[in-house]
């Protein structure tokens, strides 16, 4: 298995989320528990990303997303589809890359120090299950670079766990 040690990965965003998918694969490698999986990923993005303020996942509950593992500070334990950035991601089923979340339409704001938002959704066989939320206290922290990045993470995710 892959440990992280303690040192955030060096290089351009496309070398650290090489990096860090390695570090996923080998912490997912032999686990097939989706929760567990999600704790791990949510700990490896907050560890090895520089800017973050909050990494985690929401799971898709009934008609709307529940807090599931996480790193950061306390949040927002309900969204309902198509609210917020994490609802909009959900509903359009796309990844959403907010700059300033002062200007995102009906931004839920769950931590005050945050700036800048990615929220990328969860699909298992053309299905909804989630998305992965990261939030920054920089003002445009995520790119396309970091909307790639996290794609692939999202589907070792994905692959490499069972149903939730």
């Known amino acids: 298995m892959t440990t992280f040690a303690g040192e955030r990965p060096s290089g351009t ?63 927002c334990v309900r969204i309902e589809m198509g609210k917020g950035v994490c609802g909009t991601a959900a509903q359009s089923r796309e990844i959403v890359v907010v700059p300033d979340v ?13 700036k800048s938002e990615i929220v990328l959704p969860l699909m298992r066989a053309g299905r909804l299950i989630g998305v992965l939320d990261l939030d920054s206290p920089k003002l445009a922290r995520f790119d396309q ?13 994905v692959a490499a766990s069972g149903p939730l």
């Open 13 to 75: 965003k496309k070398q650290i989320y090489a990096e860090l998918s390695l570090m996923a694969k080998g912490l997912f490698q032999g686990e097939r528990d989706a929760i567990a999986n999600a704790a791990n990923l949510s700990a490896l993005l907050f560890m090895g990303l520089a800017d973050l303020n909050w990494a985690g996942f929401y799971l898709l509950r009934g008609e709307g997303l529940v807090l599931g593992p996480f790193q950061g500070r306390p949040a």
């Open 102 to 114: 002062e200007k995102f339409p009906g931004h839920i704001a769950c931590d005050a120090a945050s």
């Open 145 to 157: 670079d970091d909307a790639n990045g996290l794609e692939a993470l999202t589907a070792l995710w």
